[in-house]
């Protein structure tokens, strides 16, 4: 079944292709090759883990929502003027004395991350090695927590690194060259690596690289006019190895991933869900629900609870975990919870607004590609991506985190940019 899926998913991505106007960018189109690699990882994970998926009703649920996006995002392109040809590009320069003032702050920030996380570590019985697996243990199986400090602060951080790899990239292909002094914005970049790995977080791991490729092909976009496919699929493979080595080696550190057999770990994580959304349509509930689209639109609930004490009492947003081969997870795609709350019909009205506002959303950035309009694009391109692991795209929604990454975004932007039309 899931060669036949992964057979399918292939061809939907050439017809988003033809219906897009050879657009690789297009929201609907990544979003299936994101399920296309997702199914592959899957497929290739169960030559190991030989489970039997029984209900082909997965394959329809997960092409249906996708067609669904794909729809959206044609009603978009059809009401979306576009001026890209005309669209101005400009170097950014930043102030420099502000930026080291930054940097200085991420530092400070950093550093007291890792004192904490290894207080938490050394809590926990960790002496010299291996901290990361320790703070895992001590978050997941004592519910040790960071506390509202870091996690109000640790923004800053990524928000940083977020704004200055766009300002990088940025200038360097508007001068089609390195300048020595955009280099510079590298260091907070690696901070937020760093802070990455005293957490041994891959989801920020994968989430950063996500919108790094997303700026680096946008920008080359928006400057030669024309994406090389093949050049555009080298860049993507180098990306992705890149990517799962790094994946792979922090997971070594929590003992997440066995250094022997790294590939098996990475399936799991990219894959699985599309196994356990088999399963789903085997059970009668996996999903521990006690409001209507609490799951799918958690993020209201939060709001409503932060503004009313406990307005709406028990709001969960969990899934029950399920035993697949050799791994358990509750993990079932994006796709799933909507088909749980709100049936077949929410389902496709939802994904088909979701391809209607993204389609259109990035329609505008092109039309206007403006900083800030291009980051806070990428910052929510990533959840909607994620619909292959769950409905963060509603779900996380008016959270504080992301409310908190959305501001900072903005703040920091405001704070080091002086943007001028690049001349010559």
Known sequence: ??????????????????????DYLSPPFVLIVFFTVGTAFAFYGNLNWKIELHDSRFILAILGGLASILFGGVLAQGNARNNSVNAQTKKINYNYVGFLLLVLVNVLIVYLYYKRVHEIAVATGFSDENMQMYVRVATSNYGAKLGLFFTFFIWIVQSTAIVCAYVLINNVFE???????????????????????????????IRFFIILFFF???????????????????????????????????????????????????????????IALDDWFQRDKVFSANQFGEGSF??????ANFFQGDLIKNASSESNFIRKGTFSTNIYTGFCSYLNEYGWPGLFIICVMLGL??????????????????????????????????PSITSNLFTPTSIMGLVWIVIIFKFLARTKELNG
Request: charged share 10%; with cysteine.
């Open 1 to 22: 079944m899931l060669l036949i899926l992964l057979f399918l998913l292939i061809v939907l991505a050439g017809i988003a292709l033809c219906v897009n106007g050879k």
């Open 175 to 205: 001068k089609k060259r390195i300048v020595t002094k955009d280099l510079l914005l590298l260091a907070p970049i690696v901070l937020y690596f760093i802070q990455i790995f005293f957490s041994g977080s891959r989801a920020g791991l």
């Open 357 to 390: 506002i993204f389609q259109y959303g990035y329609q505008y950035v092109v039309n206007n590609p403006k900083p800030l309009y291009v980051m806070i694009y990428g910052y929510f391109f990533i959840d909607f991506l994620y619909l292959l692991f769950a």
């Open 298 to 303: 958690h993020g209201l609930y939060m709001l």
């Open 216 to 274: 680096v092909v946008f920008s080359y976009r928006r400057v030669f006019k024309k994406i090389n496919p093949l050049k555009m699929l080298f860049t993507a493979l180098i990306a992705l190895s890149v990517l799962l080595y790094a994946f792979a080696w922090l997971g070594t550190f929590t003992k997440k991933v066995d250094e022997a057999d790294f590939l098996n770990p990475v399936c799991i994580y990219v894959g699985s869900s599309i």
